[in-house]
């Protein structure tokens, strides 16, 4: 029988560790721990729920190996007192339940500790330069106490083989502490630990041999590196290439990602990049080092997967996002299901945003159970219940599978001629167009419910609710463009012949503005996330563009990746600002806008209203209405309850749970 992927599912031994398959989780932070670092049974049905899953290596996220220094984030994991054994080797047994090999990331933050956690101590690294822009100034470590940090490595090394995990890994990149000593971006000493690449190295060399010393000759040794660090002044994959020589000898597997703090999006990548960006690096290092290493960077597609291992450029992949959004993403492949896959649209919003930006527990946009799992399915129905969903949004459709999939009778009616909403609109942006991937999810897995009846072209009347007769009544009728009464602009925006467009005549008309932005002049009010990504679209096509927003600052509710795309691309094209300006009037062919009292002309030949969105609600707000008079449970919900992102909605779809609940439907 012919196997799916074969080069991804062929085992692997290193040393006297075999690999079952060739799909690692890599480290990624959840604030999942408890407060004072413990492994927290959330965290174990999160680790579980992805070995599971069918992935060779769980990778458990960078533990920190001296508290408070080495500190990362609001509840990170703890590996520095014999004290978190026990809960670490609880965490083992849960991933080693499912055949997978577990591994742990040992790290240092360096500049990166997290301020609060500190206890007004000030942070540490190899010189006094901040991790990123805007960070507090470190203070350079004294040699001695580079010695005593090899230590803690030894020591947090051999707990993590008591607590039963298989292999380890170093973390030497994304501007913690051994690539602060690593990168001249950072490393500006003289002494021992500085200039040269020999120097450099020094540090995590030590480490490594602490390590491999502490762990003894059979347990595998996984070293992460930022190969290219994409921002001046840091190092190039030439630069890690010499670096590696001194690095590597003591190393079993090179774990080859990329990027810095100020260059987050190439580190968690943003979603334009494609899949197996990064082989060009992990396949130069493999070349020159004849070491096994580990491929990262927006791989969902497995088939890409089994090209790169075959192809020698790696051998492994690393599959993080991925995971978080399909925990079954390998063991789905395998079975060549990948129609099933729930792919990650690299939105940076649950995973990266909640985490870095917002000190929130893990999420995913198009996961709503990210612990959990699929186990809402084991509740069943046990009586009839008809659920009738307005609209097919994305949040819809999460709300009618999550209905339909517990037993319910679903209708959903969607007044336009496809479903997948504002998700499908925004994934027409040739910079967003994975996100494409989500609603096509939605429409296959509601294609595989029989109980799942959905009705195109449909306007929900409540002559045609009296006929469907709901138990439940979600409405998920999206939003429309704001529109303020400002002269002119309810008038001209998105009317026929008019330059002037709203998000959604702009989404509509890509192809058009695509074949004619060069040379345009173009003026966007709004800066926010929406205004952002246009301001993206026409200055990649040479356009000029000039951007309004009354607020003083711009991006405030773009998520931490795309902000920092946004600061990148704002430093290498020209674009005209103006912040703390308000516009007061509408033209055909131009904008008036005010700033302290000043009033200024902005002509334009394509004008951009991207003022934000608000619910689209009829009038009187009916479903409502219908449902009160009626006595069933209502939810209105997604962008027609609160704009906002796609994950808000598709939480809220996954609620519909409750509704059933509410009314009898499971047993108790």
Known sequence: MKQNYPHVFEPLTVKRTTFKNRVVMPPMGSNLATLSGEVSEQMKKYYGLRARGGAAVITVENACIDYPLATNGTKQLRIDNNQFIPGLYELTEEIHKYEALASIQLNHAGASAYPERLNGLQAVSASSVPSKAGNPAPRPLTKREILGIVDKYAEAAQRAVQAGFDMVEIHGGHSYLLDQFLSPYYN???????????????????????????????????????????????????????LLEYIEPEVDIINVSAAINDSIQYQIDKCDLPDAWRAYLSEAVK?????????????????????????????????????IADPDWPRKAQAGKTDCIRKCISCNIGCADHRIAKS??????????????????????TRDIHVVVVGGGTS???????????????????????????????????????????????????????????HLNT?????????????????????????????????????????????????????????NAEGKNVVIIGCGAVGLDVMEFFTLRKAHVTMIEMMPSFGKDADVVSKSTFKDLLATHPVDMHLSTALQKVCADKFIASHDGQTEEYPFDYGFICMGLVPDIPEGNPFQAY??????????????????????????????LSAIDQIGGFDK
């Open 188 to 242: 500006k000493r003289t002494d021992e630990f500085g200039g040269s690449y020999e120097n450099r190295a020094r540090f995590a060399r030590l480490v490594i041999e602490a390590v491999r010393k502490a762990v003894g000759p059979w347990v595998p040794i996984s070293f992460r590196i930022s190969a290219d660090e994409f921002i001046e002044g840091g190092n190039t994959l030439e630069d890690t290439m010499k």
């Open 287 to 323: 070349n020159k080092f004849g070491k096994l290493v580990i491929l990262s960077g927006n791989i969902r597609d497995p088939q890409i997967g089994d090209d790169v291992i075959a192809q020698g450029k790696t051998d492994f992949i690393a599959i993080g996002r991925g995971l």
């Open 459 to 515: 306007t929900a009347t409540k002559e045609l609710l009296d006929e469907l007769n709901p138990d439940i009544l979600y409405a998920a009728t999206g939003s429309k463009p704001m529109l303020p009464p400002i002269e002119g602009l309810r008038e001209l925006t998105d009317a026929e012949g008019s330059s002037v467009k709203s998000i959604y005549g702009f989404m509509d008309n890509i192809p058009y503005f695509e074949k």
């Open 360 to 381: 929130q527990p893990i999420r995913c946009t198009i996961n709503p159970s990210v612990i959990d799992g699929e186990a809402y399915k084991n509740k069943q129905v």
């Open 627 to 656: 449902a009160a008079e009626h006595g069933i449970p209502f939810c209105n919900f997604g962008n027609s309850r609160k704009t906002g992102q796609i994950i808000h909605g598709t939480e809220i779809g996954r609620n519909i």
């Open 396 to 454: 819809g459709l999460e709300a009618a599978c999550t209905a339909a999939e517990a037993g319910c009778r679903v209708t959903l009616l969607e007044r336009e001629g496809e479903i997948g909403g504002l998700a499908r609109k925004i994934a027409r942006f040739p910079e967003k167009s994975r996100i494409e991937d989500f609603p096509a999810y939605l429409e296959n897995r509601a294609a595989q419910l029989p109980n799942l009846t959905i």
